[in-house]
Structure formats: C-alpha cells, structure tokens
C-alpha cells in the first residue's frame, strides 16, 4: 500500500454520486490549508474523513457544506456544478452539517433549537405543541429521555450532542455531515448513533463521518479518505485497511509505541491524600492517596462524579465535608490560586469553554496561570515571548502565525497550548481531565509520552479519561467512580477493563448517589 491518492471501489459501483468536491483548495490569508483535494460521497455510503488535527478535515466539510467558499475548486451536486454562498445555501440543497463545536443557543429549550428558523406555525402564531410533539418524536427515535421543554444549559454535554443529531435529522438530509459526533457519548448513545446512521444509509442518504477513533471507522465506514497537511493522500475501502494501517496514512510514519515505558511507584511517598469528601449531590466520602511519579487513574460513566470531585480538590466547587492533605498536613483549598499555592495545577476537559481564551492569540493564553513570573506591574513581554518560544518547542505547537487567534487553531495545537499553560505555573501534580478528547492518533502518543516524561520527573498526575485504552496504558493504578462513589481502587491484575466496567456500572464496589457532572 502506498501513500499516492487511489481511486476507490465503492461496495455498490452504481450508487449515485450525490456530493463531490473536485480540485478544492482553499487559503486564509496567506496561510493555505488544502491543496487540490478531490472526494465523493455517494448515496447510501459512510465516507470516513481521517487526518491528524491540522490536515484539514474540518475546513473541507465547511466547504462541502457552505460554511466556506473554497480558494479554488468546484462542488458538482448530483453531477451538476453547484455553488453554496452561505451554510442556509447548503442545507437548502439537502447537505446538513453537525459540527464537532457544538451550535446551539442555550437560553432557549431543546424544542425550540430543533425548529429554530424553521418553526411550525399555525396561522400567525408558532404551534408550540406540534413543535413539541415533533421534537419527542425525534428525541424518542434516538432513545434519548429528554423532556423537549428542557432549556439547553440545564444538560450535560452528552444530551447536548444528541439534541444537535436530532436537529439534523429533522432537516430530513439528502447529504449528512457528521464532525467527531461522539466524541462526549457515552458507549450506548454511541451504540444509538450507529443504528440511525445505518438507518439513513439504507434510505440512500450520503453520509461523510469524522472521527479520530479507528474503532468507529472500521465498524461503519465503508470508504476512507485520508488528508495531511492539507493533501489528498488516499480515497480506498475501508476494509482493506487495518486500524495500524490508517495510523500511518494519517501521521506519515509508523507510530510503533503508542504509551510510554514508566516503572510504577509503589513505594513512593503520597504526595496528595484525599479524605471523606463530599460535594452536595456530586459526590459521597470520596478518598484515595496519590504518590510521587504515579499516574493514578480515574475512571467512569459520565455522571459519576469524577470532574465534581476534582473541581472541589482544586478549589472550583464547594465541598460540603471532608479533608485534603498535601504531603502530611492539612490544607484549605478555595481557588485555582490556592491550588497553585501547594503545586497543584489542573487541566479542564473543556478547553474551549473554560481552557482557553480563543480570540486572543498564543502569548496571553500561555502565560495567564503564571503572570507572577513575568512582573507584577509592568509585564515583561520579551520574556513572555521567549516563554513562548519555550512552549512551542516543547509540546510541538503548530501554528502557521503565532499571532492567530488561537479559536482557529486545531484540537491538537489547542491541547498542547492548554497544556503548556498549564506547565508554565511548574505543578508537581497535575489533575487532567480528558487529554486526548477529539484529538488525532499522533497527538495522542505526543501527549501520552509527555505525561510519561512528567513522571519520570517525579512529578504526579490524576488522569481522568473516558478512553479505555489510554486509561490501561497510562495509569498505575485506577480508581473507578459509580454515581458520586469511588467503588474501588484497582491495581496489579484487576488493573484491567472487566474490572473497571463492574464498578463502574455498580456490579462491584460501594453504592453512590445520584449525580450529573
């Protein structure tokens, strides 16, 4: 197999072409990020779109939808040129776009983003209760039990996601665009996702689906286009590749050591003990120990607890009872300051949200944590910008201008600025939350290794993940949390998946409560 772009053998040879972008380039400025890239989606197929984050993949589906108009290149509509001047031009033709940053309006309920331009009327008036009705309808066909008068802020992130497909599949698409839609399922809405993609295949929809999880790709895709660094490398059946195969499309090279090698430190001193802690509805008499050099995991469905539990550590929610030591005596933690104080430093799961300032550029987001370092009256940009130079050199932040606001930047180069920023304030515990959600397969082992090196340097992570394999490669030991509980703590041969799923799910361990992260 090689790397030159290789016309296809789709399953069924005389399904339609329904969407084709043919000789698509297209530019930002003087920073170009596709080059000649050509792919078809045909009806009644899954097209796979893999690339690492920066190939370009997400700036090609804008383009086949109307969100951006490409440098050069045409769209072809069922054979005829098509031009879509804006998203509403797209979705008019039936191409209907669910992105990987979620699009709803939050103050408003689930029913009301389902219609949202397209409200059913009576009269003069909106007809609420067929609206309703509706949106049941379609939250029923995704087994998802969400009252449709439910504002979006009241949900988690989970039941977020699942009311964008639903939104999508009232727009009844002929051209279906999914951008890393699972990325925050759970397995089973995961599970519910795959039936209605199948579902719309057998309706001879077209479906285009992004994701960075081999696993998926090679369970429903039936062709694969890969890009990097903005080119066409390959368009060939998913069935003729292996999951190592499509690693090595994507980065270029073989990455033959996914996990870093690390000695577990059974003996080492603890370094952090949490005791008895409880926040109001979160979480119940939570403790475990953590010691110097170790990766202690912490695993779970969402909703058991374990981001409340760590925001009450760190300072960010109020805990309602119980003790944290730091190498033997007592400490009071109230802020993200405090935390810093006793060398604690965490890293969000919601790096958009909460990580980031995304229309500010690489230099404030990597030295906010830290301003301390740079002056406290006058900050000393000479010696921000050299701390800059620092990070990208470290953690391999890729930017084509360091002046860019960095909402434009990849997944990736967004994680590795997060935790670089991170870094910059010199924790000797980290506290990561989900480091590798929506990144691509080489980040991932980037990331993996450094956390490898933080260890080797003594220096103590808490690792919260909702990937199976990252949580076995990485950790030491594993705490697993079921409804606001630490059910156990696995070490040695329990260390393992059939273990982690009968806590999680309740079957072993201590009994919780009924929590939401």
């Not at 090689?2 to 329904?18: G, L």
Request: with cysteine; charged share 30%.
């Amino acid at each position: 197999m090689t790397d030159a772009a290789i016309d296809a053998v789709h399953p069924d040879q005389q399904a339609p072409i329904r969407l084709s972008g043919r000789h698509i380039s297209k530019s930002f400025g003087s920073a170009r990020v596709l080059f000649d890239v050509s792919i078809d989606l045909r009806a009644g197929e899954v097209h796979a779109l893999l690339g690492e984050n920066g190939a370009g993949k997400s700036t090609l589906v804008k383009i086949l939808s109307g969100y951006h108009q490409p440098s050069s290149g045409e769209l072809f509509l069922d054979q005829a040129p098509v031009e879509f001047l804006d998203s509403e031009s797209g979705e008019n033709h039936g191409v209907i776009l669910i992105h990987q940053e979620l699009n709803l309006a939050e103050q408003l309920t689930v029913e009301e983003n389902i219609f949202l331009g397209r409200e059913i009327k009576r009269g003069w008036f909106l007809d609420k209760a067929a609206m309703r009705h509706e949106a049941k309808k379609l939250l029923d066909q995704l087994q998802c039990d969400i009252d449709p008068r439910t504002r979006i802020r009241d949900l988690p992130v989970s039941d977020r996601q699942m009311v964008e497909i639903a939104k999508a599949l009232s727009k009844k698409a002929d051209i279906l665009i999914l951008d890393e839609p699972t990325a925050v399922l759970t397995g089973r809405e995961v599970e519910i996702l795959f039936d209605q993609i199948k579902r719309l295949r057998k309706q001879g929809v077209a479906i285009l689906y992004i994701s960075h999880k081999l696993d998926e790709i090679k369970d429903i895709a039936d062709r694969v286009t890969v890009l990097r660094d903005g080119c066409l490398i390959t368009t060939q059946p998913v069935a003729g590749l292996e999951k190592d195969d499509m690693a090595r499309l994507m980065v270029g090279r073989d990455i033959k050591q996914m996990f870093p090698d690390r000695e577990p430190s059974h003996a080492a001193d603890v370094v952090l003990s949490v005791r008895d802690v409880c926040v109001d509805g979160q979480v119940r008499d939570a403790s475990f120990d953590l010691r110097r050099g170790e990766v202690l995991g912490f695993a779970g469905i969402v909703g058991a607890g374990r981001t409340a539990l760590m925001e009450a550590i760190i300072g960010l929610r109020e805990k309602s009872a119980g003790q944290i030591e730091r190498n033997g005596a007592p400490i009071q933690i109230n802020s993200l300051q405090d935390a810093k104080k006793y060398g604690i430093a965490y890293l969000t799961k919601d790096r958009k949200g909460s990580g980031l300032l995304l229309n500010m550029e690489m230099r404030p987001n990597l030295t906010l944590l830290a301003l301390e370092k740079f002056g406290r009256v006058i900050i000393d940009r000479k010696a921000e910008e050299a701390a800059l130079e620092a990070a990208i050199e470290a953690f391999d932040i890729r930017a084509a201008d360091r002046k860019s606001k960095v909402g434009d930047f990849s997944g990736g180069n967004q994680q590795k600025l997060l935790l670089a920023k991170v870094m910059e304030t010199d924790p000797d515990i980290v506290i990561i939350d989900e480091p590798t959600r929506g990144i691509d397969i080489g980040t991932k082992s980037q990331i993996y290794h450094f956390i490898g090196d933080l260890t080797n340097r003594g220096k103590s992570v808490i690792l919260l993940s909702s990937e199976m394999p990252e949580m076995l490669g990485l950790s030491d030991r594993i705490a697993v949390m079921a409804a606001g509980c630490i059910t156990g703590i696995l070490e040695g041969n329990d260390r393992n998946e059939h273990e982690i799923m009968r806590h999680a799910t309740g079957i072993s361990g201590k009994q919780g409560v009924s929590v939401h992260e």
